[in-house]
């Protein structure tokens, strides 16, 4: 018997597997920016992907675990994923280290998949969880991303007189506000440029207001 009709229905070639599951994740976000998540079904999303409706079932438990497999790409957890080597960020210089996250975030963020995802999440926060799950996701990123603030205040070239914690959230707030706001699913070229200089208007007043005369110096 040929591995052909070895493969059970749904089940995709090994070297085809993981090409259907991105294909998965770009419907589902495509009908979740569009319908909502409640609204969207999962044969919805095999038929926008153009696969069979068992084909879902062996990359993603459910409809929620596909949400959450976006959501661990493009929404607050995806600063993990940006920066996995805090002692590395750490070690380099806060304005550096801070302007190359920040670089990065927003190439995810404008990116059309990111602007696709930010009116996702303003539906339907976190998936299953909503809004307080979208929460929970924003204060585990935060706590993980206070590390290298925590050591820059300690050599002294970040203000100390708040919470490491805190200045991450001054930092990123603004961020994600920009993101949902400022960054619709058919943002124009002009929208984009509007959008970056935003964010360097933010970055240049939270470093001036955060780093120290040693950093500086």
């Given at each position: 018997m040929t591995d052909e009709r070895k493969r059970r229905p749904g089940r995709p070639r090994r070297d085809e597997g993981q090409d259907t599951r991105q294909l998965l994740l770009d419907a589902a976000l495509e009908l979740f920016a569009l319908k909502g998540y409640a609204a969207t079904s999962v044969r919805e999303?095999?038929?926008?992907?153009?696969?069979?409706?068992?084909?879902?079932?062996?990359?993603?438990?459910?409809?929620?675990?596909?949400?959450?497999?976006?959501?661990?790409?493009?929404?607050?957890?995806?600063?993990?994923?940006?920066?996995?080597?805090?002692?590395?960020?750490?070690?380099?210089?806060?304005?550096?280290?801070?302007?190359?996250?920040?670089?990065?975030?927003?190439?995810?963020?404008?990116s059309p998949?990111?602007?696709?995802?930010?009116?996702?999440?303003?539906?339907?926060?976190?998936?299953?969880?909503?809004?307080?799950?979208?929460?929970?996701?924003?204060?585990?990123?935060?706590?993980?991303?206070?590390?290298?603030?925590?050591?820059?205040?300690?050599?002294?070239?970040?203000?100390?007189?708040?919470?490491?914690?805190?200045?991450?959230?001054?930092?990123?707030a603004p961020l994600d506000t920009i993101w949902f706001l400022r960054l619709p699913p058919d943002a124009s070229d002009e929208e984009l440029i509007g959008a970056r200089s935003l964010v360097e208007a933010h970055l240049d007043y939270f470093l001036t207001c955060t780093m120290t005369k040693e950093a500086t110096s």
């Open positions: 999303i095999a038929k926008q992907a153009e696969v069979h409706d068992s084909a879902i079932y062996f990359h993603f438990a459910n409809k929620d675990a596909l949400y959450t497999a976006l959501f661990e790409q493009m929404g607050p957890p995806s600063l993990e994923a940006l920066c996995p080597d805090l002692d590395a960020m750490a070690s380099t210089a806060p304005d550096q280290a801070i302007r190359e996250l920040v670089d990065r975030l927003f190439e995810v963020w404008s998949r990111g602007r696709r995802f930010a009116r996702v999440i303003q539906r339907d926060g976190s998936g299953q969880d909503g809004v307080r799950g979208l929460h929970t996701a924003i204060e585990a990123a935060k706590h993980r991303l206070a590390g290298p603030f925590k050591a820059w205040q300690a050599a002294g070239l970040l203000r100390a007189d708040q919470p490491p914690e805190q200045l991450v959230w001054e930092l990123m």
